[in-house]
């Protein structure tokens, strides 16, 4: 089983700002990638995925606010999240997919999963 590591969680005020970072030696990014986060007591859901082609679909929730980008040299994926809010505190995760065509924003069409970094945002 792949094992993705995500970094740059932490505490924010709101209005703020925070970049996350997501990758593994030995697994490629040049593939399916996504974003998903959980807040406590809610089910996951999906913030955002970018295919091979750098072609990227985002939640209509957080269309605007966030950027989804990658570096193939590096092998990170990375989660801009800007003019941060309360409620986008909570877990986020980095998904991958071997597939190289993106399907649906849901966990169930990804295989690897990181364990996940925290974003707590406050008032």
């Known amino acids: 089983q792949v094992q993705l590591v995500e970094s740059g969680g932490g505490a924010v005020q709101a209005g703020g700002y925070v970049r996350l970072s997501c990758g593994a030696p030995g697994y490629t990014i040049s593939h399916c990638m996504a974003w998903f986060r959980q807040a406590l007591g809610k089910e996951r859901e999906g913030v955002g995925q970018?295919?091979?082609?750098?072609?990227?679909t985002y939640a209509a929730s957080n269309q605007g606010r966030f950027t989804i980008s990658k570096n193939d040299a590096k092998n990170t994926l990375y989660l801009q999240m800007n003019n941060l809010q309360p409620e986008d505190t909570a877990i986020y995760y980095c998904a991958a997919s071997p597939r190289s065509i993106c399907r649906s924003l849901i966990p169930s069409d990804y295989e690897f999963w990181g364990p996940g970094t925290q974003v707590a945002v406050s008032s």
């Open positions: 970018i295919d091979r082609f750098d072609i990227v």
